[in-house]
Structures are given as structure tokens and as C-alpha cells.
């Protein structure tokens, strides 16, 4: 389904540049982000000691991604996964893919990848073509070694030749079929993994460099709070302040006296402070306010959403803002040197930090080296980014020596970029028949993105703070053509010959949004799937049946036929406190879909027991690493659900600790079953969010099932039911 | 001077009494296991073993550890000599990030050796201070029913 025309559907504000880089005016297309960044040098190289090394720019994120990249190329190259190595993203030297975000990653770096591996093995195969006079077809690879007719005649790492990589990839290589893929299609076992449960130092907070320094930020009281005042004083372990405005940070030799320095120097500080938060308990009245001041414009309009419409169904469903709430708080390590900086981040764009640090710093790009290492799972835009400026200015202070900043969990789930509340006002209109034809919506929103290297002043945390403060701009939406940040998903997939549905950005942010898993779609989803539910009642019809009498999307009947047979839908019982529901989406409407099945239990609290997911992301690389991505992603919607919520008061977030901001526990998890229809000549999909949003809206109408109320915000708590 | 038995081998590690276990753990001692995730005895990343009883080594002061033996998920096993949990969660690749999983791993330890085969409600209930994020659970969960088969057998 593609929308008759989408007018302004991009109110993305100021700025928002290429995502990744740009290839040179004229050039052929090529794959992802092979196209930006279009050296074989960039993303491979082979090494005299039979290994092969890639070099993506996406990052590893717990998702698996390096995993996934070193089949396609072991694959395509025709070595052994095992010689494989991929190496973490660093600029200068890494092609620039821009953020690992948005479920792209195998769509961007994975076609890439398959294309440059193609064209590599294409030109050694030349290679030894015309050294050999064995005709390019007479010449077999068996783990990159070469076979003639009369046997072995040579091998990658034998023509370990980097001059032969420094060429262009050529647009007309032609990749193996699906049907000849040996390793691509496989649960190869994650190679991250091993590290994880022998506990090595993997993460950038186990980096130990020779003679480092630990610093702590010492946070204002309140959001805006100015630093007026601040009493001398000794420090334990001669620890040393570091100051610029209202930045306020200390270093020390070891960790017990960098924060017991923080802690003492907090109590030195004198803060003015102001309200400049809204009032909690009326976020919906708040948000329709300042839309009232916003940025206004048209997500799709097509046809007139009243004709042959005889009964309008108006609902409005709101969400509060989420943490990404990582497990680790944010850290980083920087070191100084000759007036540049080298930092060591869990960022998830190296380069896009890279441009907001030297924004920051009003440098030079080239002065600042970012080299990715793993931090725990960010779901999104987290304090990553903002620990890394954290770092470099601690740093700044002792030259030489490399400091490592570790933010605290009351920093991490306080200060952290969240997913912003919103709100959405639907009216639906059905014909004589019960059928869905006229759609008016209306999505009230922060933008979803604040990540930075894409507007003229850098986004990171502390560049608000300091002496010579840069102004915390808007946050934006990404334009439609790429799923769009708050009316994510908010174009229903179902034929509806009318529709209305716009969006308005807010020019206010109160509270510093950004971009978490599935951006705007946790809501949409679910408030489309909730209306659906309610029509398919008025009607009379099974919410199922209803679904599919309103598909043309083949693939998306597909996976809610699936889910439906997982889950016995047909065949449900009726018990008492307890309901079945279902949700479902394709992903931005551009991505994987997902039909989810949810059981729950309503005791004191609702309980989700039980999720079926029945999923399609095109051609699937690694099926166990896509299932994990599913399931996770299901857990994840389960825990919004049901339990999140960022509270805060008129000047600071007050949910900074777990036990404020309660995510879902072993003893709470559903259990979770997943299924997919594989497609191994469809383009990759990507999986990391396509699961979340449907389970969340299957959870509500679980939640109608089992209770007969129609939840309208969430997280669906006893309050709020 | 602070004195203790980490991971089956005797350690005197200079460090102020008012030090935590964990930061004593992960400076002197020169470990990564132990992970720092709240510092309040919330999520369950610090988790390590002291004299085979699962503790906080966020909270804990390293001084409370003298003469007493503790156990992290270095102590469990090695690539080389990996614990059956270890194996087990490599089997069904039972992590995503893994910031969560050596606390993890060391919860689930302890309640295998005083469970050798625990019902799932009985994992859930020992895991449930641990705060897992990606959503790696079920499998986390079957990990540990695959370890206690394994280690059964």
C-alpha cells in the first residue's frame, strides 16, 4: 500500500542531514551503505595469516549485528565463518553508516557487505585467472583456497595484495542465489557471546589504559538548574574538579575516591533553580496545549474520509515518556593529546558523535578519533553519546592521561534522552456493513530524534551546560520516506479508502526526547489495533477475521494466519480474568511484520502470561539470532506495557532509580513463542523492533478480553485501567 | 591489607575498608565479571558469590569479605574449562547484550547447588533480583534447566 501523496510528511524542522555519506554525483547505485562508501578497502581485507577481516560501520549492540555481517561475508567469499573477524567501527577509517538504529542494519551493512565480499572474490578470482590461464569458470573456492582442474592454485591470503581492495565496488557483481548460501540461513552461534558469560572485559567500562583516571559529573539538582556557588574545600584522594558553567565533574585514582569526591563536592554546590517541567498528572491536557503552538502538517490525505461513512468511532490514546533503561549506566573513556582527543564509546553512531563533539569543542572533526566498544543494550538514543562529551571534557583537564567517566544509575535513568509522551486522536468511520472506510487521526508529539551529528548545534547533554552553553533545540521527527519518528506506524495498514492523518511537533521540550525502539509506533499500533478490535465488535465480527477482510498485504494476512494457528484463535476458551489478544504491524509500513497473540491475567495487577509471534523480515541470515530480536523486542513491549512510566515533578525527573522505574522481572515474564515465514530471495527486513509495538497493542486488547474496559494510556496499570 | 579467598586462590588486596566489594573486585583485583549496574542492590549485575551465597558486591564493603570466600563468574569456569551454566547459555545462546549475565550466572550457581533440579517457577524465583533488559529471559530460564540436566546426567 502506498499513500496517494504524502504533503509535508517530513516536519523533520531544521536540519536533517544525510544520514550516512554520499556518493559522488553521477555514480551508479550501489547496495546500502555501500553506495556512500563505495572502497572494497573500507568494509574487508585478507591478511597473510588466512584470515579475513571486515570492517563495518555498524555497531555492535547486543543485537548480534557482527555476527550477522560475518556470514554474509564468509558466505560470499566462500571461507570458513571461523576466519572471519569483524572489526568494532572507529573513524576515520570505517565507512560512515551513519547511526545503527531503526532496524537497518542488515538492510544497509548486510547488503553492503554481500556486494563488496562479492566484488572482492570476483577480482581475486580474476586475479588468479590471468596468472594461472585457467579460465574464470574452470576455478573453484573452497575456504579461500583456489582450485584449477589440476588442483590448488592459490588462495585470498596468498594474494594478500591490499592494492587489489583499493578500487570502487563495481555496481554489476552479481551475488550467490539464495540457493547457494551455506552460512547465511544458519543460527551460527554469536561470537560476542562466549566473552559475555566468562565475564572478559568486552565492554568499554572494562577498559583499563595504563595510568587511568576515574571521573563522576556532579548533576545539577533540577533540568535547568544554573550553578552559582561553589565552596572550596578538600577532596578525598586529592580528587580534582573539573568545571565549565554549570558542568561540574571530578576525577580521582581510583573509583571509591572519585565518587566519594562527587558526593562531597555536591554538597559544596549552590544551584538557582526553576520549574521548567510540566505538570505530570495532566500530560495529555499539556501536550494538547503546546500543540496548539506547533508544528502542524498532513502525514497522508487521500480520498474524504467521510464518504459513505454512517458511524464514527472517536478514541484518543496517550502514552507517558519511557526510559531506555539500560542495564549499565552510560561510560566512556577519553584521552587528550596534543590538542586532539581519542574517545572509546558505546555510541551508536561513531561518526555522528564524532561532528556534535567537535561542534562542542568548536573544532575540527579530524581532531576527535571515536573507536566503538560494546556497552549494554541502549534499545536506542540512551546517555551514550552525552557520557562520551562527559568524558572528553573531564579529560581536558590532565592531557596524556586517559579518564574513564562512569554515569550513575540515578544519571542513566534521570538525564538520559527519553522517549517522548504523546497522544493520538483517532476517529474512524464505518459504512452500513461495518466496513472501515474513513480514517481522521491526529498524532501529538516531541520529535522522536535528538541523536546528533544532524543539526548545526550538537544535541549531547552537557553542551546546554556549559560556560558558553549551546541551546537544546527541538527535537525532530526523520522524514516518512524513512518510517517517520512520531507518526511512525500511524498510517493503518488496512484498506481504508479515506484518510486524514496528520501529525503535530511540538516546539517545546520540556523534557530532552529522543528515539527508543520503535519510536512513535509503540503508540500508533497499538491505538490503530484497539480501534480495529472495537470495530471487529461493532460489527460483530472476529478481531481476526475483521483484520483480514481489511488486508491486501498479502504478507501481513500471512503472519496474522499464522499467529492464529499458534495460538489456537479459533478454538479459544473463554475463562474468567483471563483474555487473548491480538496486534499487528509491519514495521514503519516499510519493514518486517509481526503478529503477535497475547494472554493475559488480570489480578491485582494484569499479568501477560503468554505471547505468539508469527514474524516475516524477508530473508532471514541468522533465524536463532531473528528469533532472539522478537523475542526481546516482545519482552520489551511487555514491560512498557504493563509497568513504564518516567515520573517527574515541575523541575526534575524523579524515576531515577529501579525501584521508580520498574521494568519487568523473571517472575513476570511471559513466556514466548515465535515462528517465521521464511523468504530467502526477499530482501532483508530487520528485526530489532518489529515485535514490540504489536505486542503491546495485543496486550491491550488482551486486556478488553479479559476485563471489558478499553485501555486508553498506558502503561496499562490498575490506575490507569 | 584486605584478605580473602577470590575465587579458590587466597588475595590481600590494598584497599580502603570503605571501599565496596565490587570496587575492590574490579580495581586491585583486576576483574571484569562483576558488572556495575545501580549501586543499590537493585538490578543484580554485581552479583557474586560470598562463601556460596549469592551477595550484592555493589553494597557490600570489601571489609565484610575478609576471610571469606567469594566467587565470581571468572571462579565459575573458562573457555577452556567452562562451568556446565556457562555451556549451557553458550547452548541456548541465552543473551543478547549480556551486561545482565554474570550475576546471572552466579545466581543461577548457587541455586543449582542447593537445587540440582529446579522447576521453572524455582529459576524464575531465584533469578528475580536480576534485571535482565533485551528480553533474553525464556531462554535465560531454559539455560538453566539445560545446565542442571547436563550436570545430572
Redesign the interface.
Known amino acids: 500500500m502506498s499513500p496517494a501523496k504524502e504533503p509535508g510528511a517530513s516536519p523533520q524542522g531544521s536540519g536533517f542531514a544525510a544520514v550516512t555519506a554520499a556518493p559522488p554525483p553521477g555514480a551508479p547505485t550501489l547496495p546500502g551503505s555501500l553506495n556512500g562508501n563505495r572502497l572494497l578497502s573500507h568494509w574487508l581485507g585478507f591478511h597473510a595469516d588466512g584470515k579475513v577481516t571486515i570492517t563495518p560501520g555498524k555497531v555492535e549492540l547486543g543485537q548480534g549485528i557482527l555476527t550477522t555481517l560475518s556470514q554474509i561475508a564468509a558466505d560470499e567469499l566462500d571461507v570458513d565463518f571461523t576466519r572471519v573477524t569483524a572489526r568494532a567501527a572507529a573513524t576515520p577509517d570505517s565507512p560512515d553508516e551513519g547511526v545503527t538504529s531503526g532496524s537497518l542494519s542488515t538492510q544497509d551493512s548486510g547488503s553492503a557487505m554481500r556486494h563488496a565480499c562479492a566484488a572482492a572474490r570476483a577480482i581475486f578470482l580474476q586475479v588468479v585467472a590471468q596468472r594461472t590461464g585457467i579460465p574464470v569458470e574452470d576455478i573453484t573456492i573452497e575456504d579461500g583456497i583456489f582450485h584449477g582442474p589440476a588442483g590448488e592454485i592459490g588462495s585470498y591470503w596468498a594474494l594478500a595484495d591490499a592494492a587489489l581492495l583499493e578500487t570502487e565496488a563495481p555496481p554489476e557483481v552479481t551475488p550467490k542465489p539464495a540457493s547457494a548460501r551455506r552460512i547465511a540461513g544458519t543460527s551460527v552461534p554469536r561470537i560476542d557471546l562466549p566473552d559475555k558469560v566468562f565475564g572478559a572485559a568486552r565492554y568499554v567500562h572494562d577498559l583499563r589504559l595504563p595510568g587511568l583516571l576515574h571521573a563522576r559529573v556532579v548533576r545539577p539538582p533540577s533540568r535547568g538548574a544554573v550553578l552559582t556557588m561553589l565552596r572550596d574545600g578538600p577532596l578525598p584522594g586529592e580528587a580534582r574538579v573539573v568545571r565549565d558553567g554549570s558542568f561540574l565533574a571530578v576525577l580521582a585514582a581510583t573509583e571509591w575516591d572519585a565518587e566519594a569526591a562527587a558526593t562531597r563536592l555536591a554538597a559544596r554546590a549552590e544551584w538557582a533553580e526553576r520549574d521548567t517541567l510540566p505538570e505530570a498528572t495532566t500530560l495529555p491536557d499539556w501536550l494538547r496545549e503546546a500543540a496548539a503552538r506547533g508544528e502542524r502538517s498532513a502525514v497522508v490525505q487521500r480520498g474524504d474520509p467521510a464518504a459513505g461513512v454512517t458511524r464514527w468511532l472517536k478514541r484518543s490514546f496517550h502514552r507517558p515518556y519511557i526510559a531506555h533503561a539500560s542495564i549499565a549506566p552510560s561510560c566512556a573513556v577519553a584521552r587528550w593529546q596534543d590538542g586532539s582527543v581519542e574517545v572509546w564509546s558505546h555510541s551508536q553512531g561513531p561518526y555522528n558523535l564524532r561532528a556534535d563533539l567537535a561542534k562542542t569543542l568548536k573544532c575540527p572533526a579530524e581532531r576527535i578519533t571515536v573507536r566503538h566498544m560494546e556497552g549494554a543494550g541502549c534499545y536506542g538514543h540512551n546517555g551514550a553519546d552525552d557520557v562520551a562529551l562527559d568524558a572528553v571534557l573531564a579529560a581536558r583537564a590532565v592531557p596524556g592521561v586517559p579518564v574513564r567517566l562512569l554515569w550513575s544509575r540515578a544519571e542513566e535513568l534521570g538525564w538520559s534522552p527519553f522517549s517522548p509522551g504523546m497522544l493520538v486522536e483517532i476517529e474512524a468511520g464505518t459504512d452500513a456493513t461495518g466496513t472501515l472506510v474513513g480514517w481522521r487521526s491526529h498524532i501529538i508529539s516531541n520529535g522522536h530524534s535528538s541523536r546528533p551529528g544532524r543539526a548545526p548545534e550538537p544535541t549531547l547533554l552537557s553542551a546546554s551546560m556549559l560556560a558558553e552553553p549551546f541551546p537544546v533545540k527541538p527535537s525532530i521527527n526523520p522524514p516518512m520516506s524513512g518510517g517517520g519518528g512520531a507518526p511512525r506506524n500511524g498510517v493503518p495498514l488496512y484498506r481504508i479508502p479515506g484518510m486524514d492523518i496528520a501529525t503535530t511537533r511540538l516546539l517545546e521540550m520540556p523534557i530532552r526526547a529522543s528515539a527508543l525502539r520503535g519510536l512513535g509506533a509503540t503508540l500508533n499500533v497499538w491505538s490503530i489495533e484497539s480501534v480495529m478490535d472495537e470495530l471487529a465488535g461493532q460489527a460483530g465480527a472476529d478481531p481476526l477475521d475483521y483484520r483480514l477482510r481489511h488486508l491486501d498485504d498479502g504478507r501481513a494476512a500471512a503472519v496474522l494466519t499464522r499467529v492464529a494457528e499458534m495460538a489456537g484463535w479459533a478454538k479459544r476458551v473463554k475463562r474468567e480474568g483471563w483474555g487473548l489478544g491480538l496486534g499487528m504491524a509491519r514495521y514503519k509500513n516499510l519493514g518486517g511484520w509481526a503478529a503477535v497473540v497475547a494472554e493475559v491475567e488480570a489480578c491485582e495487577r494484569v499479568f501477560c502470561r503468554r505471547l505468539w509471534i508469527a514474524g516475516d523480515v524477508g530473508e532471514v541470515v541468522n533465524p536463532d539470532g531473528v528469533a532472539n530480536q522478537y523475542e526481546g523486542g516482545a519482552i520489551h513491549g511487555t514491560s512498557v506495557a504493563l509497568l513504564e512510566q518516567v515520573r517527574f515533578d515541575r523541575r526534575r525527573v524523579t524515576s531515577d532509580s529501579w525501584e521508580d522505574y520498574p521494568i519487568l522481572r523473571f517472575s513476570e515474564v511471559p513466556r514466548v513463542e515465535v515462528a517465521f515465514i521464511d523468504r530467502p530471495e526477499q530482501p532483508f527486513l530487520g528485526a530489532g523492533e518489529a515485535s514490540m509495538a504489536p505486542t503491546i497493542a495485543a496486550i491491550g486488547n488482551a486486556i478488553t478480553d479479559a476485563l471489558g474496559v478499553r485501555p486508553s494510556r498506558l502503561p496499562f496499570t490498575p490506575d490507569n485501567l | 591489607m584486605v584478605e580473602f579467598t577470590l575465587n579458590g586462590a587466597a588475595v590481600a588486596l590494598d584497599?580502603?575498608s570503605?571501599?565496596?566489594l565490587l570496587?575492590a573486585l574490579?580495581?586491585p583485583a583486576g576483574?571484569?565479571?562483576?558488572?556495575?549496574?545501580?549501586?543499590?542492590e537493585?538490578?543484580g549485575?554485581c552479583m557474586v558469590l560470598v562463601d556460596g551465597k549469592p551477595a550484592y558486591a555493589c553494597t557490600l564493603s570489601v571489609a565484610a569479605a575478609v576471610g571469606r570466600a567469594v566467587t565470581?563468574?571468572?571462579g565459575l569456569?573458562?573457555?577452556d574449562a567452562?562451568h556446565p551454566l556457562?555451556t549451557a547459555?553458550?547452548a541456548e545462546?541465552a543473551?543478547?547484550?549480556?551486561?545482565?549475565?554474570?550475576g546471572i550466572?552466579v545466581s543461577a550457581a548457587a541455586l543449582l547447588a542447593r537445587d540440582p533440579a529446579p522447576d521453572e517457577a524455582a529459576?524464575?524465583?531465584a533469578?528475580?533480583p536480576?534485571?535482565?533488559?533485551?528480553?533474553?529471559?525464556?531462554?535465560?530460564?531454559r539455560a538453566v534447566r539445560r545446565a542442571a540436566r547436563e550436570m545430572a546426567a
Do not use: K, M, W
Not at chain 2, 32 to 40: A, I, L, Q, T, V
Open positions: 584497599v580502603p570503605e571501599a565496596s570496587q574490579r580495581g576483574l571484569s565479571g562483576p558488572r556495575f549496574g545501580c549501586g543499590d537493585q538490578c549485575s565470581t563468574v571468572e569456569g573458562t573457555p567452562p556457562q547459555f553458550l545462546q543473551g543478547q547484550c549480556g551486561y545482565c549475565l554474570s550466572l529459576i524464575r524465583a533469578l528475580d536480576h534485571l535482565c533488559r533485551c528480553g533474553s529471559h525464556n531462554r535465560i530460564i
